[in-house]
């Protein structure tokens, strides 16, 4: 199973003076476009954390999942939410042959949990001996960053702050971050995607 962003997050989409205010770094400087590149870059890498934490996509855009088989016969839960829409599911035979599914062959199963999509007969459609199958969909929760939640935007620009002041490179979720994310995670069961 492999997840891809089909579409990156924008650097204008991202809250970079709000991490420069936060920082109390100083403006009007030569460098001041090198510095915020680095914090965007910072930025992404707290988003990308939060998210796998959470199993949620915290500003909407595309994502492809990719899967040789199916968790279960008549459901596949999707790693990112929550759900916006689902634009195409597609099989490939070994061969790249490509064969469209259409998507009223299956539904979507939205909840407080992952969304997933639940076949509407007996099960989901046969992807081919050494195939896989393709589905690209649209999740996040705010389509601008004004609109994400402030707990999330909060935990994100917090984890943000460590990691430009963290030089020596840990890796351990600070308390209050994990507090602030604890509403949004998804309790997995057996690793279940």
Do not use: K, N
């Amino acid at each position: 199973m492999y997840l891809t962003e089909l579409s990156e997050i924008a650097a204008g989409d991202l809250p970079v003076g709000q991490l420069r205010r936060q920082l109390r770094l100083g403006t009007g400087f030569a460098d001041d476009a090198a510095e915020d590149a680095a914090l965007a870059r910072t930025l992404r890498q707290a988003l990308a954390q939060v998210e796998a934490l959470t199993g949620r996509a915290v500003l909407r855009r595309a994502f492809r999942l990719s899967v040789d088989g199916w968790r279960m016969a008549g459901r596949q839960a999707l790693p990112r939410g929550p759900l916006v829409s689902v634009a195409s599911m597609t099989l490939f035979a070994p061969d790249g042959a490509a064969e469209e599914v259409a998507l009223d062959r299956v539904h979507v199963a939205r909840g407080p949990g992952q969304p997933a999509l639940v076949a509407r007969g007996f099960g989901l459609p046969a992807i081919p001996a050494g195939g896989h199958c393709e589905i690209v969909f649209e999740a996040g929760l705010a389509a601008s960053w004004s609109e994400v939640p402030g707990d999330m935007a909060a935990a994100v620009l917090a984890l943000a702050v460590q990691r430009h002041d963290d030089v020596r490179g840990l890796t351990a979720l600070p308390r209050g971050v994990a507090e602030l994310l604890a509403p949004y995670r998804v309790l997995r069961l057996a690793g279940a995607w």
